[in-house]
Every structure is written in structure tokens, then in C-alpha cells.
């Protein structure tokens, strides 16, 4: 897995459709391991990641994000193998914001890793929620944790969405 670091900036995009095979350990180390090494407020590392990959608890995290969507029949991980789950936890400084900095590390090393990925949002209203807490429980974690993202996380079953032109003033300069 040897990438310029802009290359992948410019070409990991958004897949919203996965094949069933379960992500390599290899490759999901790489981009948990990305995730660890964000930017994080006053160095505190005040993130909590978790990678879910048994079916079960795949199904209950996608029906529960689905729930909060308020379509109980979507799939809003797109049938991905692996999610992974991102919290904030009581140590962290700068919230919310550590976490999407792990999150944009992960997403970006699963497409140099030749894995698709996509950034999905409610994470926080799903473990706000009796269902979310359950979980939360049954995985040995705490309660007290804060959603900030999840990701689905799989081999794009897929063409490989191409970069819309970027605006004219995206960037000013003074």
C-alpha cells in the first residue's frame, strides 16, 4: 500500500455499494491504525474507535441508524461488511472535531488500502437512544460515550465515482 499522500486526497471517494466479503484484517488494521494517529485537541486522544464486523452486530448498528433516519427499511451502510464507530469520550478537548479528524484519517487510508468507504452521519442520536446505550452495554463499553461518525467500510462492488470539478473560489488568497 504505497500512495502519494495527495493522490489519495484527491481520488478516495464515497461508495455506496459493497460487496459481501469481510475486509482483510490486513487492510482494516491499516486504516484503524490511520485512525490513531488524527490530530487530536491538546494531544488527549479522547476518541473511542470500534470496528464491528460480526453480521449481528452489523444488522443491529444499521437498523438502528435507519431508525434515526426514520426509513426502518433503509440500509444506510450500503450492505458494507464492517462498520466502524467513532466516540468521543469524556477525555476529549476539542469535541467532535477529533473525531472527524479520525474519521477523514480512516476514510483516506481505506482507499490507499484499496478499500471503499463511506462516512455516514447520526451516529450521536443513535447512542443517545435506549437501543444505542444497549449496545454500548453489550460491548463492554461505556455509556458515556458520544457518537460523532461511523463509516461503512468494505470492498466497492462498484465503478469507482469520479471528483466533481472543484469551484472556481474554493480557495481565496489575501
Known amino acids: 500500500m504505497k500512495m502519494e499522500a495527495l493522490e489519495v486526497l484527491k481520488n ?19 486504516v484503524l491504525e490511520a485512525g490513531t494517529y488524527a490530530p487530536t485537541g491538546a494531544g488527549t486522544q479522547g476518541v473511542q474507535i470500534v470496528a464491528v464486523q460480526s453480521p449481528e452486530n452489523v444488522a443491529a448498528v444499521d437498523a438502528l441508524n435507519a431508525k434515526v433516519l426514520g426509513k426502518p427499511d433503509a440500509h444506510p451502510y450500503y450492505g458494507a461488511p464492517t462498520i466502524i464507530l467513532i466516540f468521543e469520550t469524556e477525555a476529549c478537548f476539542t469535541h467532535e472535531l477529533d473525531g472527524a479528524a479520525v474519521c477523514t484519517n480512516m476514510v483516506n487510508a481505506a482507499y490507499a488500502a484499496g478499500l471503499g468507504s463511506c462516512w455516514i452521519h ?3 442520536q443513535m447512542f443517545e437512544l435506549e437501543e444505542g446505550k444497549a449496545l454500548l452495554r453489550k460491548w463492554g463499553l461505556p455509556e458515556t460515550l458520544t457518537g460523532v461518525a461511523s ?20 480557495v481565496v488568497r489575501v
Open 122 to 124: 447520526r451516529c450521536r
Open 151 to 170: 463509516i461503512a467500510l468494505g470492498y466497492a462492488d462498484c465503478e469507482h465515482p469520479q471528483a466533481k470539478p472543484r469551484k472556481e473560489d474554493y
Open 12 to 30: 478516495r471517494r464515497a461508495i455506496r455499494k459493497f460487496k459481501a466479503e469481510q475486509v482483510s484484517e490486513e487492510a482494516l488494521q491499516a
